[in-house]
């Protein structure tokens, strides 16, 4: 948002509400700077602001996916008023924005449409939510394969300020009515005019998805193939829509966002942290902490089991956080990279067993490594008086060592295969939280210290 519209907002926030003025001084802003503008105003206030704003920059603020209250606003505005400003905005914003309505208001405006408006966004709203239909639109540039490439651009000309993108043309069967090929503009504007557009179709083959595929797979398509949009089509290639680039990016904000949640040990929340709620935050957060908690107390009751062998050599009991902070830490860096790579669709269920192949050794020497290092630990403080071990220091620090490869090992396994399960019984795999596999690891990491201990110490400390 620039410095005018941040001085507007502050006026208007400062002084009695006056919603003409900010309309007037919002008016010449951009749209994304409107829309950050609405979005710091109570609903009503900001609906108030877009009731008095021209009708073509209603529909353009509307437009914008920063809007976050873009469905309260236009519910508080007179039916009238309202459902013109519906039918102006793109087909998949205006689903979207009716998603966030209440049944009664989404259906009141629904029937003041039009009966081709009413069918688009009737459909767009039956696709189910994280599919490709959710996130598609169905203002594309379409034209029969008989057609030349003169006779496209001129329909190009026509149709350009309907359609949310122009920068694929998409090539139908005139008779069948189904996909052909997808053909960029730039190679029609290079085209000879008066040879069929089918001349211009690339040489690669076409890349098309299913209405009901997950969004992800748009994601991979258009990243992978460098496209500007991928074509959406029903179960006989009849071109339904498309996914554009800017959908896919708002997919991925919103995926990512709650990808990042999960694994930092919470449920995803929709709304911007300062607009949350209190309480619904404290109860997205709570039903993990509560999740940890016992797990942490599991921890608890293992020590309470190794109760002797701690009263026994309470030195042992020093290196306890370390032990499972080594392992909590390896299984957090094995999960972290597990489930970026599956949801890139890098490494697939199937993969498996090669992952738990790299990871087994990456395991061993990682935590040899740590074990050499706490090793040299223990040995330092003693040559140096820091700290007397005791008479079998030399045992400690070899259990310690020990430990910690087998720890570390354990933790690498865990965090690595742990997404793989959860995807494959359905979950999402970044639901293997940080959070989540430190405290699994926690519990068996004491587990393994003090049967290592019980090993190498037995007839001396133990």
């Not at 090539?171 to 069948?176: I, N, S």
């Not at 259990?399 to 995807?423: E, H, K, R, W």
Request: charged share 20%; hydrophobic share 50%.
């Amino acid at each position: 948002m620039n410095d005018n519209t941040e001085a507007t907002l502050s006026r208007a926030q400062d002084a009695t509400f006056d919603a003409a003025a900010m309309a007037r001084r919002l008016a010449e802003e951009p749209a994304p700077d409107i829309a950050d503008a609405l979005d710091r105003l109570e609903p009503e206030e900001g609906s108030a602001v877009l009731a008095l704003l021209p009708a073509e920059r209603a529909v353009e603020v509307l437009d914008q996916p920063s809007l976050d209250h873009g469905g309260d606003m236009l519910a508080l505005l007179p039916r009238e008023q309202a459902a013109p400003l519906l039918a102006g905005m793109s087909a998949d914003r205006a689903a979207d924005v009716l998603k966030e309505m209440e049944e009664e208001v989404r259906v009141d405006l629904l029937g003041r449409l039009d009966r081709e408006n009413r069918a688009t966004l009737d459909r767009l709203l039956a696709y189910p939510e994280n599919t490709a239909g959710s996130i598609m639109t169905t203002e594309f540039v379409s034209v029969p394969s008989s057609w030349t490439i003169a006779q496209v651009l001129h329909h190009i000309r026509i149709v350009e300020r309907t359609r949310e993108t122009v920068y694929a043309v998409f090539v139908t069967d005139p008779v069948k009515q189904t996909l052909v090929h997808a053909v960029p503009l730039r190679r029609l504007i290079s085209g000879d005019p008066h040879a069929n557009v089918l001349t211009a179709v690339p040489a690669r083959r076409l890349i098309s998805i299913s209405a009901q595929a997950p969004r992800e797979e748009a994601i991979r398509l258009i990243a992978r193939h460098d496209l500007l949009a991928v074509p959406v089509v029903d179960a006989r290639n009849h071109l339904i829509g498309i996914v554009t680039v800017d959908d896919v990016i708002d997919a991925m904000v919103e995926r990512d966002t709650e990808q990042v949640q999960r694994m930092g040990g919470m449920a995803a929340v929709e709304e911007p942290y300062l607009e949350a709620g209190f309480w619904h935050m404290i109860r997205k957060r709570a039903g993990w902490l509560s999740i940890l908690l016992v797990g942490e107390m599991i921890t608890a009751s293992a020590m309470q089991g190794f109760q002797g062998e701690l009263e026994k050599a309470i030195v042992l009991s020093l290196f306890i956080p370390l032990i499972m902070s080594s392992g909590g830490n390896s299984g957090s860096q094995a999960a972290s990279l597990l489930i970026r790579e599956l949801a890139l669709q890098q490494v697939r269920i199937a993969d498996w067993w090669r992952v738990a192949r790299r990871e087994l050794p990456s395991g061993l020497i990682l935590g040899s490594i740590l074990g050499v290092i706490a090793f040299g630990r223990i040995a330092a403080w003693q040559y140096f008086g820091l700290y007397d071990h005791g008479a079998h220091w030399l045992l400690i620090g070899l259990t310690v060592g020990l430990a910690l490869v087998a720890i570390v090992t354990f933790g690498s396994m865990c965090g690595s295969m742990l997404p793989f399960i959860l995807q494959r019984v359905g979950f999402d795999p970044a639901t293997a939280s940080a959070p989540f596999v430190a405290t699994l690891v926690d519990v068996t990491g004491l587990v393994i210290y003090f049967s290592v201990a019980l090993v190498v110490l037995r007839g001396t400390l133990l």
